[in-house]
């Protein structure tokens, strides 16, 4: 018989595929202060070009390592016109900042109408030197402590 933990594993997983288990206790928890600001979100969200194994490939082929390989956004959040592209952490490093960025540049240049999106990182935790990183470059970030999780 299955748990009603273990379903609930589950059903996160498909709804946050772009999160380890330890990221949606956070990403939930981040949610439980502030869903209510937001219209919705999409998550999972495909960006950036993908790696593209060469002509000497099948077409098929091709296209299916360019499609998952592209990155992948944990969370987009929108409210009106504004949209937050949303990294989501259990203990942030400095690729989060990076990653944030990367994804601004790609989101940007693949949806050239919307206004150019804000950057959030949520964390439970940040390693040493990431939030003077995160100042620097002007990428705010939110510490939440889940109540329970993985």
Known sequence: MVS??????ESD???YPAMLPREIAV???WL???QGEYDRFDYN???GPGYDPGP???QYVRDSAKASTRQRIDAVAYRGDSVLI???KDRAGLSALGQLLGYSTHYRRENPVSSPPKLLLVARDLAPGVAEALQAHGVPF???TPQSGP
């Open 4 to 9: 009603d933990r273990a379903l609930q594993a």
């Open 13 to 15: 997983r498909v709804t």
């Open 27 to 29: 990403w939930r928890a």
């Open 32 to 34: 439980a202060l502030h």
């Open 45 to 47: 969200v495909r960006v």
């Open 56 to 58: 000497g490939v099948a």
């Open 86 to 88: 949303v990294e989501v």
């Open 142 to 144: 939110e510490i939440v």
